[in-house]
């Protein structure tokens, strides 16, 4: 019999291609999805790309416990992508904060009591380098949560501390994937996701000017295959992996391969850092930039291709595959 994998978040930009590569590779899939409604257009998503035969649906929300313990029955693994992403401040940091933290801590829980082989969590690279100079990091680095690094670093932070905390208390194997910025086309029609919103607001010219900023980025197939082969890589357990580019790439370099891909709506103009601080003033999605502004961060990523195998995919593809499956 194939082995069943419970993906958390599976209607998500993420969480689709993963259950994607784990139907690819002979799992059986359940998704969890905070209403059933969402469950039909996963599926037909799925569907496109991928047989979905071996694809089922669970109702169950970050901040209950209801459904969580039949979600998990019968299944060998858990992969756990749910969690809010977004770049703006907002008001009330618990907003991101309660369901990144409590989600994690009742998710785990959850699969201690079922007696799950190995979780893969979802964490991400603000959680090694916040609050952190320019610099080379590698994955013993942890985000400083009493430094004004924001919300959604301080959320992802708690979240994955609070995994390997449970994790020590019994024998369930834990797993942690810490990707960068993730770009890339969607499955199905593209959605109101971060990176999404970003690169329609770029090809469609509405971004009057670039921001300094660099991040570590990566291709949300890449993550997806990243994810499982976590799921059975020997030397997984126990382990935080980078899945972001070694160097920082420049948001303007983006905008650069997307203006020679044909995007002549892309902006050249790059925007002071006291304008984006000044805007900072009125915008919340201003003050989520104001802590990356200049700030050039490296990453030892060499046991993500080491143990888990990675073959990164080209960056200027990602792009354009992106800006193209935006633009249809």
Known sequence: MAQRALVTGVSGYVGQHVAAELLRQGYDVVGTVRSLAK???????LAAVVPVEELSFVEADLLSDRGWDDAMAECTYVLHLASPFVLAEPKDENQLIAPAVD???RVLRAAQRAGIQRVVL???VVAMTAGK???RYGPDTWSDVNAPIGAYAKSKTLAERAAWEIATEGSMDLVAINPGFVLGPSLGAPGDGQSETMMATMIAGKMP?????AMGMIDVRDVARLHVAAVSAVGAPGKRFIAASEQPVTL???????RGAGYTKVPTRKAPNFAIKLMALIDREAKGTVPQLGKKVAYDN???YDVLGWQPTPLETT?????????Q
């Open 302 to 304: 060499h046991e993500t």
């Open 103 to 105: 989600g994690t801590q």
């Open 122 to 124: 979802t964490s991400s």
């Open 319 to 327: 792009f354009v595959e992106m800006a193209a499956a935006i633009a």
């Open 209 to 213: 000017m670039i921001p300094d900023v």
């Open 133 to 135: 100079p320019s610099g």
């Open 39 to 45: 469950s039909e257009s996963t599926r037909a998503a």
């Open 252 to 258: 303007a370099y983006l905008a650069s391969v997307l």
